[in-house]
């Protein structure tokens, strides 16, 4: 059963060769069993997940079809569930049960989708290897002393261990590409403003963005289908009509442009075995009459500098209401109001959560602003330029997704070394791309995520682009032996 | 750039995070080697370049002035850590 995708299952639902209950509690026993191992759950719904499970067999039997209808997924515990604790990954909302849903949850829960739980994520989404959380570390199913990737670590590790078949991640620099592609497993960042950010905690609003994360590229388009769309909620909404992002999964790659992005191929930092196997990936595409031809993003060497000012700017402000007093953590006998805000915060909040913090607060004080914060956002729109010149010859980029293999846990102990194996995620983040990665090959037993980069709203391009790689290549149907 | 324990202190305080020196250190080095790397923006050829502050350059969007939203007072102060009367409660601020 492990080998069975999101959308293989859905099928099965449709045919009613198993009910939504079988399914969910299959996974459930997965979950109990298996989880122990990865710690990638932060809280497992099952009651409300077999309630769910019953409501989707009652809307089966009617023969209704929708596109997620009683298949089982997971939330990352960054979108708010009512009724259900949404702990960010912090002490500061472990007693935080939220009185409402993210429209993500909504629109997934009118799809048909039953929640099995709420996955283990960095603190806030801040960290690329999952160390962050309050809730201990998650674990890489392909080598439990490795991490599984950040921020949405539980999300990868769960779907890679195929506890569950779909789960939902954010991404602000990289954190549904990098921890699918040390986990094996595919992962889509939307173009900015495709997916509701009403009820996705915020860390960076300008850059955060919610996605699907799965076994398949048709999995991520089927979930996507479910998850975009305009919300009034969401100020940054883009209002676009509904898109069908699995319309291009069969279209040929006969005269596609790749453009390969030479500055994310040169960099000292980048695993020469990470590189063999982008190269093999890129004569598959070829293979299918794709054309690839080099292309130049000069400025993108300063993204992660310029992401290292605009994220901290804006985590610092959005951070500002946790304050101890409307909900969430609260130190124990506050002296005053000043000592209620500030150990509420200080106890509230883990090591790098603060030090972003104060980075923001630092870059946005009196005298600094325009140093630091309005020179970053002018980098950000060169940076954003070179993609729309680069986009003018070519219809996808590609490139790897990290320049490393999933490191060991505790191996990067210094922030900034930490800040670079998003080296190459952030810029599609600083421009607002969509971009995606999927897995493209296996170096000693640890998968190698491929990444593509796409032009605005080109998400079902993506995906079409993946799911013809995924014809010729199993990679994305490997399960790791222990969880197989 | 360099930060000592009194700035990190400093920042802490504008950041309302309670720190004690002990921490303050830990966090210097830290916080220094992230100033040093964000500096590799001083040499960006930004000469003209309008600040972008929204990837797509969306505009705020604006909706009738009307009321949307219900009055859910008592579930939000369900989930607070300290209410009486319908009021928030914080320690004393006016003597």
Not at chain 1, 5 to 21: D, N, P
Not at chain 1, 216 to 245: I, K, Q
Not at chain 1, 403 to 418: H, N, Q, T
Request: aromatic share 8%.
């Amino acid at each position: 059963m492990a080998q069975e995708t999101l959308s293989g299952w859905v099928r099965k639902l449709q045919a009613r060769e198993i009910s939504s209950r079988e399914l969910t509690q299959l996974y459930l026993d997965r979950i109990e069993r298996l989880d122990p191992q990865l710690n990638s759950f932060i809280t497992v719904t099952a009651d409300q997940a077999l309630a769910q499970a019953d409501a989707a067999d009652a809307r089966l039997a009617k023969g209704e079809e929708s596109p997620l209808l009683g298949v089982p997924v997971a939330q990352k515990d960054i979108f708010c569930t009512e009724g259900v604790r949404t702990s960010c990954g912090s002490r500061m909302l472990d007693p935080f049960v939220s009185p409402y849903s993210a429209t993500v949850v909504e629109r997934m829960n009118a799809a048909g989708a039953v929640m099995l739980g709420k996955t283990n994520m960095d603190e806030f989404a801040m960290g690329s290897s999952n160390e962050t959380s309050f809730y201990g570390p998650v674990r890489n199913p392909w080598d439990t002393e490795r991490v599984p990737g950040g921020s949405s670590g539980g999300s990868a590790a769960a779907v890679g261990a195929r506890l569950v078949p779909g789960a939902t991640g954010t991404d602000t620099g990289g954190s549904i590409r990098q921890p699918a592609a040390f986990c094996g497993i595919t992962g889509l960042k939307p173009t900015y403003g495709r997916v509701s950010r009403y009820g996705m905690i915020a860390f960076a609003s300008s850059l955060d963005q919610g996605g699907p994360m799965a076994a398949t590229a048709e999995d991520c388009g089927r979930m996507l289908n479910a998850m975009a769309g305009f919300d009034e909620r969401d100020s940054t909404s883009v209002e676009r009509p509904a898109e069908d992002f699995t319309a291009a999964l069969d279209q040929d790659l006969k005269g596609l442009r790749i453009g390969l992005p030479t500055e994310f191929f040169g960099e000292a930092g980048l695993d020469e075995r990470v590189r063999g196997v982008i190269d093999a990936a890129i004569e598959v595409l070829k293979g299918r009459g794709a054309e690839v031809r080099e292309v130049g993003l000069p400025n993108s060497h300063l993204s992660v500098p310029a992401y290292y000012v605009v994220a901290p700017a804006e985590c610092s402000s959005n951070l500002a209401r946790f304050d101890g007093v409307r909900y969430g953590y609260r130190c124990e006998n506050p002296e005053d109001l000043m000592d209620l805000y500030t150990r509420s915060r200080g106890e509230g909040f883990g090591d790098e959560v603060k030090r972003r913090i104060m980075v923001g607060t630092y870059v946005l004080s009196a005298g600094y602003y325009d140093a630091y914060y309005l020179k970053a956002q002018k980098v950000r729109r060169i940076i954003a330029d070179d993609f729309r010149r680069a986009f003018e010859d070519v219809d996808v980029l590609l490139a790897p997704t990290t320049p490393e293999l999933p490191f060991a846990l505790g191996a990067k102990a210094d922030p900034v070394s930490m800040y670079l194996s998003d080296i190459y995620t952030i810029a599609a983040n600083l421009a607002g791309l969509p971009a995606m990665s999927l897995p493209a090959g296996e170096i000693d037993g640890l998968p190698v995520g491929l990444q593509l980069i796409g032009n605005y709203f080109d998400e079902a391009r993506l995906l079409g682009v993946a799911h013809q790689y995924q014809q010729e290549t199993d990679w994305h149907a490997r399960v790791p032996a222990a969880f197989a | 750039m360099s930060v000592d324990t009194s700035e990190v202190r400093r920042i802490a305080h504008l950041s309302r995070l309670a720190m004690n020196d002990d921490q303050a250190r830990d966090f210097a080095g830290g916080l220094s080697d992230i100033f040093a790397f964000v500096e590799q923006l001083d040499g960006a050829a930004i000469e003209g370049v309008e600040p972008m502050a929204h990837p797509l350059d969306a505009e705020q969007r604006l909706r009738p002035d009307a009321v949307t939203e219900p009055d859910r007072r008592e579930t939000y102060q369900a989930i607070a850590p300290a209410v009486e009367g319908g009021l928030y409660l914080v320690p004393r601020v006016i003597e």
